[in-house]
T-cell receptor
């Protein structure tokens, strides 16, 4: 099955800095890569996703890049704000096979004011 | 817009008791997933249903079972509860028949086994 590795496990930045979280996946058939933000005790909520037919997607301060050859994808947050502090999970799934999202271990992002 | 509804939000049970968690997916979604999330951990896939049929099983203990009913709601039944079953249990739903769609998560049920 799919295996998703996520790094770093903890990321501490100053407000206004950029934050980058990286994930790798093992199943070359995976074609959908969502990123979820989870605040303490709350549900994971989608913040951005990317499909395998594109290499980059941007939504305001958040961008995701995908390298299918290397099987890795990254989340970039610019101009971080304290309210960005949360746990971020990457995930991978394959619409043509096991469509179940497999999650990475999560990255705890702390943005210091 | 309607979201995924889970009940109860909190549940406290004693060891060896049973628990039933309920999930009401987003209308017209064809797939339901159950995840278990321990403290500080990522969501672990337990089981999924596609159009009311069990489609995949993950790390679901034999003590647990689940089903999806004709009205598309799903229930996770947990028996012989152990202290280690204490976790957040999320239900999610998606429309798999439309490729690569987001899985929407419910608010979760926090189960505490004492």
């Amino acid at each position: 099955g799919e295996n998703v590795e996520q790094h770093p496990s903890t990321l501490s930045v100053q407000e206004g800095d950029s934050a980058v979280i990286k994930c790798t996946y093992s199943d070359s058939a995976s074609n959908y890569f969502p990123w979820y933000k989870q605040e303490l005790g709350k549900r994971p909520q989608l913040i951005i996703d990317i499909r395998s037919n594109v290499g980059e997607k941007k939504d305001q301060r958040i961008a995701v890049t995908l390298n299918k050859t290397a099987k890795h994808f990254s989340l970039h947050i610019t101009e971080t704000q304290p309210e960005d502090s949360a746990v971020y999970f990457c995930a991978a799934s394959n619409s043509g096979g096991s469509y179940i999202p497999t999650f990475g271990r999560g990255t705890s992002l702390i943005v210091h004011p | 817009a309607a979201g995924v509804i889970q009940s109860p939000r909190h549940l406290i049970k004693e060891k060896r008791e049973t628990a039933t968690l309920k999930c009401y997916p987003i209308p017209r979604h064809d797939t339901v997933y159950w995840y278990q999330q321990g403290p500080g951990q990522d969501p672990q896939f337990l089981i999924s249903f596609y159009e009311k049929m069990q489609s995949d099983k993950g790390s679901i203990p034999d003590r647990f079972s689940a089903q999806q009913f004709s009205d598309y709601h799903s229930e996770l039944n947990m028996s012989s509860l152990e202290l280690g079953d204490s976790a957040l249990y999320f239900c999610a739903s998606s429309l798999v028949s439309v490729a690569n769609t987001e899985a929407f998560f419910g608010q979760g049920t926090r189960l505490t086994v004492v």
